[in-house]
């Protein structure tokens, strides 16, 4: 009978931790919409995702986060440009090239990268990498897209590689028998066999990537340059939604329309990832049912 | 950090001293640029006159005055001068707004070191920050487009110098909007076709404060009003102050008062 109660009792322990994250999850969601969407009461929400012009300030006040958008997502293409060979690469080579020791060495190594702070790569970016590349290609100033996809894509390279590492991991090796039975030779094999059926888990590792590289906030607060404007080329300085909310929150007054949009672009940026999230989940169903894999 | 653990300190004090009873309490609220000098004043004060418990808050220069008026504060942080018709409002309700001036602040148009410009007029400031302007070369310089860096438009910096300089025109879309001095100061050293604008406390050798109308950025200047991109920082009573109120007004006035404005990053008025 105490045995029975007390399993009872550490079940239901369990339980109430595990829907913890989630009652927080909803907590975030109920609160990101009841402080954003009263914005909407001053500007329609086509004004407000459309608008180009971002002066929260001025009076008038004027609440288009269009630039801010395109910001976060020019970033964002510019680090997977950079993070996807660099991610996926290193992951190829660590699983099919490097021996046990190199392996035992090199993986730490880019464990470690994902361990500095990311302040510490935002002012190796701002003092470093931007007057390097502002003399480098000349331009008039470093502190620009192409400056935080840089660094935004070596911060997420870690992620990357050590989640495609473990989807290699996970191919079943009577799969790379079968294809070195059937006489393919080892780039054949890794091609058209491996690959494809760790695809599930590489683009979960590419997407999980990319929600890193949207939400990181302080190394683009740093470098991105901060220029609310519509980017026309890497080159230009840009203002991602994450750096603006940083800058802008701490002096909002609270229950202003200014304080309402800085939420309403938390609440963008939640629905990029969800979508990010779901989209990977969705991937990775589908090559599973595809490959009929077991896992 | 140093602003949230002051404002930890100040509210277990407030705690503590709202359960010892027979204390005078002040409210003091409003512009966020003066907020920084109220919160050194009142925890020094504090510390000082444990019968006494302050409460600080921003919310802008605005907000501070309207709740001076509605009588839910007893000091309006403000950095500008009370308008007309908050004067006619305040009057209206029988408050009797008093100014006390208890900093100066000034900001200095800082650019590269190698820039060969020494000074600029608000005029050419204006146009620089607005867009009318993109090249040195329009404001004799060489051949090279500004880039324009600005504080964030939350900030009590660019409230300044949006007041001072820029007539309440918008800055220009693509300028580089900093969330510090500290960052303005960075970047500017690190970038020859810069312009930048930062407090008296930031100048370092690595950047180049230029004079504005042919006045160079100095205390004395600032605190003389002859610098054009100064201004008076207040505070406002409801008649004059009595009792504790004017001991904290008194402690922000006195030296050691005037030292903690300079802590704060501004021009102290000895």
Same mark, same amino acid.
């Given at each position: 009978?105490?045995?029975?109660?007390?399993?009872?009792?550490?079940?239901?322990?369990?339980?109430?931790?595990?829907?913890?994250? $989630?009652?927080? /999850? #909803?907590?975030?969601?109920?609160?990101?919409?009841?402080?954003?969407?009263?914005?909407?009461?001053?500007? &329609?929400?086509?004004?407000?995702?459309?608008?180009?012009?971002?002066?929260?300030?001025?009076?008038?006040?004027?609440?288009?986060?269009?630039?801010?958008?395109?910001? %976060? $997502?020019?970033?964002?293409?510019?680090?997977?440009?950079?993070?996807?060979?660099?991610?996926?690469?290193?992951?190829?080579?660590?699983?099919?090239?490097?021996?046990?020791? #190199?392996?035992?060495?090199?993986?730490?190594?880019?464990?470690?990268?994902?361990?500095?702070?990311?302040?510490?790569?935002?002012?190796?970016?701002?003092?470093?990498?931007?007057?390097?590349?502002?003399? /480098?290609?000349?331009?008039?100033?470093?502190?620009?897209?192409?400056?935080?996809?840089?660094?935004?894509?070596?911060?997420?390279?870690?992620?990357?590689?050590?989640?495609?590492?473990?989807a290699? &991991?996970?191919?079943?090796?009577?799969?790379?028998?079968?294809?070195?039975?059937?006489?393919? &030779?080892?780039?054949?094999?890794? %091609?058209r066999?491996?690959?494809?059926?760790?695809?599930?888990?590489?683009?979960?590792?590419?997407?999980?990537?990319?929600?890193?590289?949207?939400?990181?906030?302080?190394?683009?607060?740093?470098?991105?340059?901060?220029?609310?404007?519509?980017?026309?080329?890497?080159?230009n300085?840009?203002?991602?939604?994450?750096?603006?909310?940083?800058a802008?929150?701490?002096?909002?007054?609270?229950?202003?329309?200014?304080?309402?949009a800085?939420?309403?672009?938390?609440?963008?940026?939640? /629905?990029?990832?969800?979508?990010? &999230?779901?989209v990977?989940?969705?991937?990775?169903?589908?090559?599973?049912?595809?490959?009929? /894999?077991?896992? | 950090?140093?602003? @949230?653990?002051n404002?930890? *300190?100040?509210?277990?004090?407030?705690i503590? @001293?709202?359960?010892?009873?027979?204390?005078?309490?002040?409210?003091?609220?409003?512009?966020?640029?003066?907020?920084?000098?109220?919160?050194?004043?009142?925890e +020094?004060?504090?510390?000082?006159?444990?019968? *006494?418990? =302050?409460?600080?808050?921003?919310?802008?220069?605005?907000?501070?005055?309207?709740? @001076?008026?509605?009588?839910?504060?007893?000091?309006a942080d403000?950095?500008?001068?009370?308008?007309?018709d908050?004067?006619?409002?305040?009057?209206?309700?029988?408050?009797?707004?008093?100014?006390?001036?208890?900093?100066?602040?000034?900001?200095?148009?800082?650019?590269?070191?190698?820039?060969?410009?020494?000074?600029?007029?608000?005029?050419?400031?204006?146009?620089?920050?607005?867009?009318?302007?993109?090249?040195?070369?329009?404001?004799?310089? +060489?051949?090279?487009?500004?880039?324009?860096?600005?504080?964030?438009?939350?900030?009590?910096?660019?409230?300044?110098?949006?007041?001072?300089?820029?007539?309440g025109?918008?800055?220009?879309?693509?300028?580089?909007?900093?969330?510090?001095?500290?960052?303005?100061?960075?970047?500017?050293?690190?970038?020859?076709?810069?312009?930048?604008?930062?407090?008296?406390?930031?100048?370092?050798?690595?950047?180049?404060?230029?004079?504005? +109308?042919?006045?160079?950025?100095?205390?004395?200047?600032?605190?003389?009003?002859?610098?054009?991109?100064?201004?008076?920082?207040?505070?406002?009573?409801?008649?004059?102050?009595?009792? +504790? =109120?004017?001991?904290?007004?008194?402690?922000?006035?006195?030296?050691?008062?005037?030292?903690?404005?300079?802590?704060?990053?501004?021009?102290?008025?000895?």
């Open positions: 009978m105490m045995k029975v109660s007390r399993e009872k009792m550490i079940q239901s322990l369990f339980g109430v931790l595990a829907s913890g994250s $989630l009652i927080f /999850l #909803l907590g975030i969601i109920l609160i990101l919409f009841q402080q954003g969407l009263p914005v909407f009461r001053i500007v &329609n929400i086509f004004q407000f995702i459309g608008g180009q012009s971002w002066y929260p300030t001025a009076d008038p006040a004027e609440f288009g986060i269009l630039p801010l958008i395109l910001g %976060t $997502l020019w970033i964002t293409v510019g680090a997977m440009l950079f993070c996807i060979p660099v991610g996926i690469g290193s992951a190829l080579f660590l699983h099919e090239i490097a021996g046990f020791r #190199l392996r035992s060495i090199l993986k730490p190594i880019i464990e470690i990268l994902a361990g500095i702070p990311s302040i510490v790569y935002g002012f190796f970016g701002m003092v470093i990498i931007a007057p390097f590349l502002q003399n /480098l290609l000349d331009i008039p100033v470093g502190l620009c897209a192409l400056t935080a996809s840089l660094i935004l894509g070596i911060m997420a390279v870690p992620t990357v590689c050590s989640l495609a590492e473990d290699l &991991n996970y191919v079943p090796k009577s799969f790379r028998e079968a294809s070195y039975a059937l006489g393919a &030779n080892r780039w054949q094999t890794l %091609t066999v491996v690959i494809p059926a760790a695809g599930s888990g590489i683009s979960t590792a590419i997407i999980l990537g990319m929600s890193r590289v949207v939400g990181e906030t302080m190394t683009v607060l740093m470098v991105a340059g901060g220029a609310a404007v519509i980017p026309k080329s890497f080159l300085p840009v203002r991602p939604m994450t750096a603006t909310i940083a802008e929150m701490g002096e909002a007054a609270v229950g202003s329309p200014h304080y309402h800085l939420f309403a672009i938390g609440l963008v940026l939640f /629905l990029f990832t969800m979508v990010f &999230n779901v990977a989940e969705l991937i990775s169903r589908k090559y599973r049912l595809k490959l009929g /894999l077991g896992r | 950090m140093k602003k @949230l653990s404002i930890i *300190v100040l509210s277990l004090t407030s503590t @001293l709202a359960l010892a009873g027979g204390t005078t309490k002040l409210r003091v609220g409003g512009s966020t640029t003066v907020l920084p000098i109220a919160q050194l004043a009142a +020094e004060f504090m510390n000082a006159n444990p019968n *006494v418990t =302050l409460s600080v808050q921003g919310g802008g220069s605005g907000v501070g005055i309207a709740s @001076l008026i509605d009588g839910t504060s007893d000091i403000a950095s500008r001068a009370m308008k007309d908050e004067i006619k409002t305040a009057v209206a309700k029988g408050i009797n707004p008093v100014a006390h001036v208890v900093a100066m602040d000034g900001i200095a148009v800082i650019l590269h070191s190698t820039n060969k410009i020494d000074n600029l007029t608000i005029d050419q400031i204006r146009k620089i920050y607005t867009g009318k302007i993109s090249n040195w070369k329009e404001v004799g310089g +060489e051949d090279r487009k500004i880039v324009v860096l600005s504080r964030d438009s939350a900030s009590g910096t660019f409230e300044a110098f949006a007041s001072l300089a820029l007539n025109e918008k800055v220009r879309k693509d300028a580089l909007m900093n969330a510090s001095n500290k960052a303005i100061a960075t970047t500017v050293g690190n970038t020859p076709a810069a312009i930048g604008y930062v407090g008296l406390g930031y100048l370092s050798s690595k950047i180049k404060a230029v004079t504005v +109308e042919n006045i160079t950025c100095t205390k004395k200047n600032i605190l003389t009003k002859t610098y054009p991109l100064s201004r008076p920082l207040f505070m406002y009573t409801n008649g004059k102050p009595k009792g +504790e =109120l004017k001991n904290f007004i008194d402690f922000i006035l006195s030296k050691e008062g005037q030292e903690l404005v300079e802590t704060a990053g501004y021009v102290g008025l000895k």
